[in-house]
C-alpha cells in the first residue's frame, strides 16, 4: 500500500529565503530569478521557493522528532543537578 505523507508548513518568505545558503533576498513578485548576493546562486524564483518549502517539511518532522528527545534528556539532567546541588 502507498502512503502519501502530507506535512504542513509555513509559506512565509519561501520566496524570499535563498534555499542554498538561508540568506534574505528581498524580491519584488514579477522578479522571476532568485540571485543570491550573499552565496552567488542563481536559480528559477519558483525552484528556489519550492526547494525551501521541501526543506521546511523535511526539517519540521526531524526537529520535532529530535527536539522532542533533547528537551526530555536536558530536562532530566537539569532536574538531577538541581537535587545533587
Ligand atoms: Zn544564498
Known sequence: ?????T?????QNTSQDCSNCGGKV???LNIRTH??????????RDLNA??????RAVGHSVLKARGARRDTGATKREAHT???A
Open 1 to 5: 500500500m502507498l502512503e502519501v505523507k
Open 7 to 11: 506535512i504542513a508548513v509555513n509559506p
Open 26 to 28: 528581498p524580491k519584488e
Open 35 to 44: 540571485s543570491c548576493p550573499h552565496c552567488g546562486i542563481v536559480i528559477d
Open 50 to 55: 519550492a526547494i525551501n518549502i521541501k526543506n
Open 82 to 84: 538541581i537535587a545533587s
